[in-house]
């Protein structure tokens, strides 16, 4: 079973939007809660480059 992680940036009392992490062997998933179906595979090293994207814009 998936143990997903949620940011601490989670926005609503309930956590209903928010983002969320998890780990799979040297894979990360990243999917949102309103469409939790949805699963982007990254790497560490990608993950790393998408959030200094978007701390940049």
């Given at each position: 079973?998936?143990?997903w992680?949620?940011s ?11 983002v ?8 990360l ?8 179906t ?15 994207r978007?701390?940049s814009?």
């Open positions: 079973m998936i143990q992680q949620k601490t940036f989670s926005s609503g009392s309930d956590g209903s939007s928010c969320e992490l998890a780990r799979i062997d040297a894979s998933l990243l999917r949102e809660s309103d469409d939790p949805r699963i982007l595979p990254l790497t560490p090293t990608t993950l790393a480059a998408l959030l200094h978007i701390r814009s």
